[in-house]
């Protein structure tokens, strides 16, 4: 079952597909961008639709969605953490770009 999806190589988060992923859940996420599988530990509960941790990140680090920059970590982040408002801090110019990538990452999902 694919819990979450990666577009990029770079990326350092994925977005979570599927409703109810638990802290302590083994997940695994599906890069588009060579068809490979991506595996994490949940280190928190992650809601549908939102970032989970692909790679560890300083306070500073640009974090990575859907092959663009989406802003910077606050925070350490370690991979598998929910990735959100508290520890990231997002350009509000990426919110159509991301809107647009995530129904089309969910369009290829539903294809796969």
């Known amino acids: 079952m694919i819990h979450f999806l990666v577009h990029d190589k770079k990326d350092s988060a994925g977005v979570a597909v599927v409703e109810g992923i638990k802290a302590g859940q083994d997940l695994v996420g599906w890069l ?4 490979s599988t ?3 530990k949940a280190i928190n509960d992650i809601p549908i639709g939102h970032k989970v941790t692909i790679k560890p990140l300083k306070p500073g680090d640009t974090v990575w969605k859907y092959g663009f920059d989406i802003g910077k970590a606050v ?3 370690s991979v598998g953490e929910h990735m959100h408002v ?6 509000e110019h990426t919110s159509e770009l991301q809107s647009l990538a995530y129904s089309y990452a969910v369009f290829c999902l ?3």
Request: without cysteine; aromatic residues 0%; negative net charge.
């Open 38 to 40: 991506v595996n994490v």
């Open 75 to 77: 925070a350490d982040i």
């Open 110 to 112: 539903k294809k796969k």
């Open 32 to 35: 588009m961008e060579d068809d």
């Open 86 to 91: 508290h520890n990231v801090r997002s350009e």
